[in-house]
């Protein structure tokens, strides 16, 4: 346990470095940030020296011109007469960096956030080798960790990598609840996931589906009360979430204090959620906005996921010891991707924008580990050229922007070629040899053999 608690430890440290490394990038132009960046940071430092969330005289004092060097336009609506402006960012994530803007500025609310986005991916390291041994634990850690989506947003002013380490720890603490339920694991669970909402509310649907795996869990175990009591202590967070937007914004969500007219989705009817089907094989190939074109890694995690299915259809859980417990934390894992997936896919407002590629699911990224693990266990010489691809893609790219022209958020370097040719030639020899049926396992030192049909 020591030894593995120190790779998780050396795992944070590096990607903490890494991460750190990336402070000063550029977003656009002259700016180092871009999007809803310089609002956190605006709401931040209304927190930190007015105590409120009220950016009417912020705005009018241009005080954001320290860290934005162009004019801001507020998202939400004004009130002149009351000189009142609220945000639309909600108010969890400038709460969460307001202690650091308040000590060191923005640069220490950028080293704070890539602490907690190094800690999401070591926690997902502890998830991975609940899947899959080291060196395929740790292999593919490192891959995702050092790619270029989590290079880009590894000191982002953005919530993601936060809900990316809420998220993992809380099924860390779900699933050692599954196996032995136990008061700290399973209200720690539920705490944890009652803090998405206040971070924003497209992350709750994500937190919905750990919460259902824990309360079946712990009613397959007899433990209603405990489920009953977690639920309640997520539905009082959620009542107060209501209560403080009621109150500043004028709604459930701070989505009500948009411009009239906006809604948070962009969707207006039926046919404009159909039509959004195509986003989902965009997130993942598109070439402006898709995630496998700078991570080529991440098509271990489909490999991930076909395994999965796989051993379900094999009932492989019936032969082999030791696979059940496997196959529920992937399963967990993948559910949870899956849900921010769809989420993304239907309810993010737009594709496109001023961020990197991914910024919709960037904060399931992490829980897409364990699967790439599986899937680097499978396939691991395509996994080390499609690993080598992604680091060489991330590399790339902090080159282009720390001593060219380029930026994360608009001039974007455009990803090599070689790594494109190269990715897909891996893909093709996989293919061509096609992908392993379930051979020889080991989980948990028993060993067990499963022969799949030709």
Known sequence: MLRVTGRAALVWLLLFAVYAGTLGLRAFDRSVYAGDEPRYLLSARSLAEDGNLNVFDEYRQKAYSGFFPYVLKPRGTSDATTATLYDPVGAGFPLLITPAYKLGGPHLV?????????????????LALRVTPDPWALGATLAVGLS????AYGSAIYPDMAVGALLAGAALLALAAA?????P??????VLLALLPWLGTRFVVAGLVIVVFLVARLRAQRRGLMAILGCEIAGFSAALYIALNEGLYGGFTPYSAEAPGTTPTGAHSASDY???VDRLFGLLADRHYGL???APILFLALVGAWLLWRGRRERLGQALPGYRAMASAAGLCLAVVGAQFLVAAFLAPTMHGFWFPGLHVIAVLPLAIPLVALGLRHLPRLGVVLAGLSVGASLWLYLAVRIGDFGLASDRPDVPRVIGVLGLLALAAAAAARIPRFQTFTWGGARGRRQGHS
């Not at 270029?148 to 290079?151: E, F, N, S």
């Not at 694991?185 to 539920?190: E, V």
């Open 110 to 126: 950028e080293l704070f956030l890539a602490a907690l986005a190094a800690l999401a991916v070591a926690l997902a390291y502890l």
């Open 148 to 151: 270029a989506p989590l290079i």
């Open 179 to 183: 196996e032995r339920p136990t008061r």
């Open 185 to 190: 694991r399973a209200f720690g669970a539920f």
């Open 274 to 276: 159909g039509r959004r």
């Open 292 to 294: 496998l074109c700078w």
